[in-house]
């Protein structure tokens, strides 16, 4: 099987860090592009994002990013992947920027952790969530395969996504508030951390993406 | 279980090369910087900086080649800084596989340029970073200001109001440096990491005067940082990046 993967580029920041990622883990080919024929020929998706949500909102409507998005999720043989911004933008709306409306393909909404955010004793917690947290895997899922419950993964927000069902959440993270660290339906698996940046489990997790059919 | 403490060994890079001064004199050679943060990465750093101190621009490129190197061998964040001027400054060494942009003196010159960097790129790779010295006298209740100039020129600024500011404008992260410690081995200047660590809520990171392992975690426990940097201990073979956690942790100091 080759491993064709297209990673949605919408202008927004470097890409180069999850392309060379996924060709460290064995890719045969990453397209980092917006080109729709290019999308529609690979066989896996990769939806990055760093940024506000604002701008990355502008530019994905202003590419047509969102409709390749949604044709991707359509096939269902074809595995996406969202990450970060990328998985916040999957959602409802976003807090972010004064209130932004995102792509609504899953129910919910994306929420600022707040100024004098503090864990359950009390204690201050800087925002940005920012480092390497423990993801709390939620459910039996493929992309979880051979990465231990409760490893570290490096996270970097100041939003964090609520999904309206629970019963998409694969991982959580404790930031004074149980979080959802990754989400997954049906073809799709999205992130709040960066694999590409979670050194070795990152990299597990983005071999398993390639490895993944798509299906749970 | 709490957010890990980082340790964040830094390259300073001069002309390709790594090396590390004390106090900004007496340069030693160090080596290849894409074989240091490979070593680094493969023995459990939590991320790497990367500060250009190469005074020209025309060795600007050899940075920008450098990075790319870099960060397509490393794969835990990488954060960049040394001579950023300009949005289009960052959005090159984003574009060659930064993480994060640290800005130093540009900000002084126009912190405006925080807030816009901040609104392009997002927070989160936005590093602001402060060299700062004690200015009060023994006796009198401390007062810190950030120099410019690798520590030689004074501008007056207060350090606590000016983090609180910076993070105001948008930095996702402060990286603080005493001027007075850098190169020395006696340990951070806790008493201004502790007071920037509690104004300001975005992450910190403490930087200059690590000379053993003690010192990283004192900058953590009592100087409040969310991030310890040390260079030297780290490039001269002293202590492994697994020693410096195995100690942290054996203080009581989550690490991953």
Known sequence: MTTHVAVIDYGMGNLHSVASALKHVGADRVDVTHDPSTIAAADRVVFPGVGAIRDCMTEIKRLGCDDLLRSALADRRKPVLAICVGMQALMDSSEE??????LGIVPGSVRFFGRDHTDSSGHRLKVPHMGWSQVKQAMVHPLWAGIDDSCRFYFVHSYWVS?????????????GLLGCAA???????AVQFHPEKSHDPGLRLLRNFLNWDGSC | MPLAKRIIP???????????????VG???????VEIAR??????????????ITASHEARDTTASTVEKIAREV??????GGGVREVSDIRTLLNAGADKVSINTAAIHNPELVKEAAERFGSQCIVVAMDVKRVSEHAQPPRYELFTHGGRKPTGIEAVSWAQKMAELGAGEILLTSMDRDGTRDGFELVITRAISDAVDVPLIASGGVGNLEHLAEGISVGGADAVLAASIFHFGEFTIPQAKAYLEGKGIEVR
């Open chain 1, 97 to 102: 920027n004064g209130g932004v409306e995102t």
């Open chain 1, 163 to 175: 999904p309206a069902a629970e019963e998409v959440i694969a991982g959580t993270f404790d930031y």
């Open chain 1, 183 to 189: 989400m997954a339906k049906d073809n799709l698996f």
């Open chain 2, 10 to 24: 830094c390259l300073d890079v001069d002309r390709g090369r790594v090396v590390k001064g004390i106090n900004f």
């Open chain 2, 27 to 33: 340069i030693r050679d160090a080596g290849d910087p």
């Open chain 2, 39 to 52: 070593r680094y990465n493969e023995e459990g750093a939590d991320e790497l900086t990367f500060l250009d």
């Open chain 2, 75 to 80: 794969f835990i964040p990488l954060t960049v």
